[in-house]
Each structure stands twice: as C-alpha cells, then as structure tokens.
C-alpha cells in the first residue's frame, strides 16, 4: 500500500468516524427536541385554543420565508467550509464567513422595512382568512415576529458553518437549546393567567435568537478563532462565488417552501384556521420518522463534498447502500405508525382534535415521498448537482397552487391537499434518482480507469 493510499483510509476512516459520532450525538438531540414537539403541541393548545392555535401556525409559516431571504448563502456557505476546509484554505474559510455575514445584513435591512410597509398597507385578515372578533391586533404581532425573526436570520448562519465543518449535531444542539427555552417560556405563560398570542409569538421568536447570539462569540473567539469574521476579510468575488452556487439553493429552497410550507396558508384562507390545527397534528407525529431520517442522513450531505474533493469515490458508492437499507426502515417504521395512529392521537391530544384516518395516511405518504427523494438529494448537494433539482421543483411548484385550489374546491377536504402535495412531489422523487445512479455509474468509469 502506498503513503497516498494510506492517507486515504485514513481521512475515509475518520470521516466515516465523524458521521458516526454526530449521528449518535444528533440522535440524543433530536430525540429532545422530538419530545419538546410533542409537549408544545398540547401547551399551545390549551393557551391559545383550537383557532387561534391555527392562526399561530399560519403565522409560523410566513416566518419560515424568511430564512428563504439569504438567496441559499447558507448552504453556499456549508459547501464553501468542507470544500477548503478539505483543501486547508483557513483564510478563504474566513473570507467566505465574513462576506456572508456581510450580505446577510445587506439583505434583511432592507427586507424589514417593506415588510413593515406591507403589514401597514394590506388587509392582513383578509388575505389570510383570519376573523378579527377572534383575533386582536394581528398586524402588530406579525411586524413584532418579523423583527425578531429578522434579527435570527443573520445570526444562525453560524449553523451552517458547523454543517460545513461537518459538525451537524453543534447545529442540531443549538437549535435544540433554542427549543427548550421556547418551552420553559411557553409553560411559563400556561401557569400565568396571559394566555395570548402575542405572548407566545414572542416566546417563540426571541428564544432561538437569544440562542443564536450567545453561540456567535463562543465560536468565533474561543473556539476557531483562525475562522473569526471581519471587515477585512469581506470579499466581494467571495460574495459572488457563494451566490453562484447560493442561489441554486435559493430557487430550491424558495420553490421548497410553496409546496411544503405554504399548506398551513393555503388550508386558513381556503378551509378555516380551525381545520390548520388537524393538519398540523398528523404533519407533527408523521414528521417524527422524517426528523429520524434527516438525523441519519444531515451528516452526509458535507462528508460527500469532503470526500469528492478528496475523490473517494468508493466510499460514496458503499454510503448509497446504506441508505437504501434505511429507507427500508422508514417504510416500516411509517407503517406501523399509520396503523396506531389514533392510539397516539388520543393519548396524545386526547379528543380536543378530530384527526381523519386518511389524513394521517395521505400526510404518511407525503412525508415518504420527502425521505426517499432527500435520500438521494443530499447526496447531490454533497457534490454540487443541483441542476436536475431545479428542472423539476420548478414546474412542479407552478403546478402546485392551481391544482391545490382545484382539488380544495372539487373534494373540499385536507386530506385532498396533502394528496395533491404528493402528486407534484413524484417527479422530483424519479429525477434525483435517476441522476443519483447517473452519478455513481460516472464515478466508477472514473475509478476503472
């Protein structure tokens, strides 16, 4: 065996070490953090009730494109890392932290004043189907939420840094410490006689920002001080670098949200946000299995940037493998799951919520769908392969909207939605497959020659 073979096993023996470790670590985390969904369901619930409790998750929901705003910096960023990290690049390490941070805060300011704008000129009841007599000052909820959410936007990118030292569970950790203050605050308010939305909003918005800004200075100046961010180091060809790859993210990212995140929406204004809650519910215990398998799988996505950079093509053919036999065990597992659905429900939320079989079976299908097509994704955002994401989420999202109100209005059931969802998400599922093997069959022409 030659010294260049020797080192190879060698960085393929502790890569595969690494996964190992925060898979076991994220494990523990996720587990935490499954059991924090499971109590703040039930909390919220009682605080809010059935309506309000729905106006809260729609509202979550609008949230979540915030994070769409960093045009995919973040995952850009998380490449950047493991591939120069690979290479021993510390100063472009730096370069690509600091120019993120650098156009993150570009972005927001902005973003913050039109949105404010924008809560201040429409109908925010109206456009999301929300009865004022049930809900007070709906406005000023929002553009306090947005506020805070827009301050976590900037500062959780340190997240995807960690994701690029392939360090997930560090990401998974803080996000988890985050989880459990937003549950300690929330249970808080349960013993209060303040049960309002505003209150709970709050709680849940400041609580991973508080987070999130503690871990800032921890990283950068106790624990990699060689990768600290500053003005310095901003670089403006870095910036368009990450934005090249950033904004494949971005479209992904962005159509991502339209087809699995818009539903709580979709749901208020065409249903009730009553019917929101249900939804949520079966979304929330099917979404357990989905929490497992991305715990199993998060670390790969930059072990494969790591190896292909290195070439180890061997050892991302026998990751394959394994994957496959996971799969196998997330069938079983959703399986099993749909068949004591209503034993968990009622133990779980008791008779407060009335949640249809086939919602549960359609909501289990969807969230299959998601695990077997990520199965190959990450892997295709390991090595950069990001085109035939976007040849398909694309057309599929254009499609989703009109056929979503379609169905709504023919069957007038949820449980139709979420078998719409599934429908726009096969065609994805079959193309990352395809470029998955086309992949691996070009990495063994490469390895016989």
């Not at 300690?184 to 505003?198: E, G, K, V």
């Not at 979709?266 to 929101?276: G, H």
């Not at 929330?284 to 929490?291: G, K, L, P, S, T």
């Amino acid at each position: 065996m030659t010294m260049g073979d020797r080192f190879k096993q060698d960085k393929t023996s502790k890569r595969s070490a690494l996964i190992i470790k925060n898979v076991v670590a994220s494990f523990a985390i996720k587990g935490w953090s499954a059991v924090i969904v499971l109590l703040m369901v039930p909390l919220t619930l009682k605080i809010l009730g059935v309506y309000n409790n729905g106006v809260w998750l729609t509202l979550s929901s609008i949230l979540i494109w915030i994070d769409l705003m960093d045009i995919g910096l973040g995952n850009g960023l998380r490449n950047a890392v493991a591939n120069y990290v690979a290479k021993g690049d510390n100063e472009k390490v730096r370069e690509a932290v600091s120019s993120t941070f650098f156009m993150l805060v570009v972005i927001v300011v902005p973003f913050m004043l039109l949105a404010y704008v924008f809560i201040h000129v429409i109908d925010i009841y109206g456009a999301l189907g929300i009865d004022p007599a049930m809900t007070d000052n709906l406005g000023s909820i929002l553009m306090i939420a947005v506020s805070i959410a827009s301050g976590t936007f900037v500062l959780k990118i340190v997240g995807n840094f960690y994701m690029g030292l392939q360090l997930p569970a560090v990401n998974n950790l803080i996000l988890c410490l985050g989880h459990t203050l937003a549950l300690l605050l929330t249970f808080i308010i349960y013993l209060t006689d303040c049960h309002s939305l505003l209150l709970v909003v709050i709680v849940n918005t400041a609580s991973p920002f508080v987070t999130w800004a503690v871990t800032i200075p921890y990283t950068f100046i106790k624990r990699y001080p060689q990768y600290c961010p500053a003005v310095r180091y901003i670089s403006l060809a870095q910036a368009r670098k990450l934005c090249s790859t950033g904004i494949q993210f971005f479209v992904i990212q962005i159509c991502g949200v339209i087809l699995f995140m818009t539903t709580n929406i979709i749901i208020s204004k065409f249903f009730s946000p009553a019917e929101v809650t249900p939804y949520q519910v079966a979304y929330r215990y099917f979404n357990i299995a989905f929490v497992l398998f991305s715990t199993i799988c998060m670390p790969f996505w930059n072990a494969t940037t790591d190896a292909y950079a290195r070439k180890d093509f061997d050892w991302i053919h026998k990751v394959g493998k394994k994957l496959n036999m996971l799969m196998v065990g997330i069938f079983i597992m959703m399986l099993v799951m749909v068949l004591v659905s209503d034993f968990v429900y009622d133990i779980w939320i008791g008779s407060e919520v009335t949640i249809p079989y086939e919602l549960s079976a359609f909501t289990a299908l969807y969230i299959f769908i998601l695990c077997l097509s990520q199965r190959y994704s990450y892997i295709l955002n390991g090595v950069g392969e990001l085109r035939i994401q976007l040849i398909c989420i694309i057309p599929a999202t254009i499609a989703f909207l009109p056929l979503a109100w379609f169905v709504s209005k023919a069957f007038g059931t949820v449980s139709s939605l979420v078998a719409a969802m599934c429908l726009v998400n096969i065609p994805g599922l079959i193309a990352n497959a395809w470029k998955y093997n086309q992949i691996l069959y070009r990495m063994r022409e490469t390895c016989q020659k």
